[in-house]
């Protein structure tokens, strides 16, 4: 998948009915179908979080490509802020889409919350990634709905 794309963040109270729509149906698409984990994946935190939504450029209507959800200090980790449901559609992968996801959504939470740290719960296989952003491992792995996970920080 070529091409440049247009990034979004919205409150929840922002969102369209097909942001959700669409939102909702990629999280199920890659977490639930692709790896295979059943899991309760809307849990009470999307309400009040911003949603970061990347669809590629001058394709009105296109389907979202990445996405990421941001929780404000507090809501899931003590004094930090955090980014989850980092997903980027299986077509969208390979060209540097996901790491554009990631850059994105910590300058959106650095733009919301500067003086907070940023916490991920990130799958143990992509350490490697999360570390070239800056993130600093604080677990040893941990299993999060069967999957191999990490906690990580970045601080402000």
């Known amino acids: 998948m070529d091409g440049e794309i247009d990034w979004t963040c919205r ?14 149906q990629l999280r199920a698409e890659v977490f ?13 935190f999307d309400q009040g979080a911003l ?3 990347g669809r590629l450029t ?9 996405y990421t959800r941001l929780l404000p200090p507090g809501a899931k980790y003590d004094g930090a802020s955090s980014i989850g449901r980092v997903v980027t559609r299986e ?4 060209g540097g889409n996901g790491k554009a996801l990631m850059q994105k959504s910590i300058a959106f939470c650095r733009q919301r919350w500067p003086d907070s740290a940023i916490v991920i719960s990130a799958q143990q296989y992509l350490e490697k990634f999360y570390r070239s952003l800056g993130f600093v491992t604080e677990t040893e792995a941990y299993s999060e709905d069967g999957i191999p996970h990490i906690r990580m920080r970045l601080k402000p």
């Not at 692709?34 to 849990?43: A, W």
Request: some cysteine; aromatic content about 6%; proline content about 2%.
């Open 32 to 44: 639930v179908v692709e790896q295979d984990c059943v899991y309760q994946d809307v849990d009470g």
């Open 58 to 66: 001058g394709d009105e209507g296109a389907p979202l490509v990445s």
């Open 91 to 94: 077509t969208a992968r390979g």
């Open 51 to 53: 949603h970061v939504m």
């Open 11 to 24: 409150r929840f109270d922002e969102l369209s009915t097909d942001d959700l729509y669409q939102i909702l």
